[in-house]
């Protein structure tokens, strides 16, 4: 392998001598031309001149060659002097420039390959983390309220009603983080099914503010659509996009934290499709923590009271739904000012709907 390597030619040195040998020759044709012997201008000296020239070019390409695999060998050795030795080892001590490219393209794929092997890990013990966390809140509070119920507390009406309510109410968080968690794992692993039908996206907000109609009144906030015209029809389906429209509006309820705290949902007909916005005036989100916020289990404030029952997968099932559609969703927000989430879905033209044909 190292003899046919030795007898490939070196365009680089073949080259380099080519022209030293083109500015010689081209030196002594002016000589030729200007010099007034006939010597010069015989047979015989233009074939020594072309031997000579010949003997040149070999002689340099020798020359050259060796002078750059002396630096080359330089170079490469000083490299793999600060290579790992499990890159570099002790039979490689004749690399070339290309076997030592492909050694350094197979230290930067392993050291990609770990990166991203500690990436899932560390991924990996922070979704562990959070399920535990997630699920042991809602357990130890109904552990707490057999407990007491045991201890006496069921001879008493009052504290046995309140109490079962209360276990009702975990068994019922447990439930829905449960239910979140298989939702989103079919949504990562591309098992979605969607059901497109033609709806009005303003008659489903306000679907929605009736639904969590009492949760806005308990919280002081008002809930308000603002749109172009009536009626716009989409094309989606219904009941994910009503999901996403209960997750993005019931958070900005919960983080409402302010006096005249207010919703203000917005549509909007674009060319292809229908501009939505869900915007509110509350405590905003920081910087640093905008990236993260359609993450599994991320919440904007860690020591947030938890009584809400929320999964803490709200905005990752949002996430998922509008992509599974071919959409995106982006967030603009001022920390102590408000959010502001945006997303479009495929417009619907009337004619869509299935109208009932006429009775005959």
């Given at each position: 392998m190292r003899f046919r390597n030795s007898l490939k030619i070196?365009?680089?040195s073949a080259g380099a001598s080519l022209l030293l040998v083109a500015v010689v020759g081209f030196v002594v044709l002016l000589f030729e031309v200007y010099t007034d012997d006939i010597y010069f201008k015989t047979r015989n000296f233009n074939y020594f001149l072309i031997l000579t020239l010949c003997f040149l070019f070999i002689?340099?390409?020798?020359v050259l060659e060796f002078l750059f695999s002396f630096?080359?060998?330089n170079q490469i050795r000083r490299i793999t002097n600060i290579l790992p030795e499990d890159i570099i080892h002790d039979y490689d001590t004749d690399l070339s420039f290309k076997e030592l490219g492909e050694k350094m393209h197979e230290m930067n794929q392993r050291n990609a390959e770990m990166d991203m092997m500690k990436e899932m890990e560390d991924y990996r013990k922070e979704?562990?983390?959070n399920v535990s966390h997630e699920l042991k809140t809602p357990l130890f509070s109904i552990q707490g309220y057999i407990e007491t119920l045991r201890d006496g507390g069921v001879e008493d009406l009052n504290i046995r009603d309140?109490?079962?309510?209360r276990i009702d109410n975990s068994v019922e968080r447990l439930l829905n983080i449960v239910k979140d968690l298989d939702m989103i794992n079919r949504f990562e692993s591309g098992q979605i099914n969607l059901k497109y039908t033609t709806f009005d996206i303003n008659h489903l907000i306000q679907e929605v503010f009736d639904l969590l109609d009492l949760e806005a009144e308990r919280e002081s906030m008002t809930m308000q659509l603002q749109t172009t015209q009536s009626q716009l029809f989409v094309f989606a389906d219904k009941q994910k996009i009503s999901q996403v429209l209960i997750n993005l509006i019931s958070n900005a309820v919960k983080y409402a934290n302010r006096e005249e705290a207010q919703i203000i949902v917005s549509t909007r007909e674009g060319t292809k499709s229908i501009h939505i916005s869900v915007e509110d005036n509350g405590m905003g989100i920081k910087p640093e923590n905008l990236p993260r916020i359609f993450e599994r289990f991320y919440r904007v404030e860690s020591s947030?009271?938890?009584k809400d029952g929320g999964s803490g997968l709200g905005l990752?099932?949002?996430?998922?739904?509008?992509?599974?559609h071919k959409q995106t969703i982006n967030v603009e927000s001022v920390y102590l000012s408000g959010t502001k989430f945006k997303f479009k879905l495929?417009?619907?033209s009337i004619d869509k709907i299935k109208k009932p044909k006429p009775i005959l």
């Open positions: 070196n365009w680089l002689l340099n390409y020798f630096y080359s060998k979704y562990i983390g309140k109490y079962l309510q947030r009271n938890r990752a099932i949002v996430k998922h739904i509008l992509e599974a495929e417009k619907s």
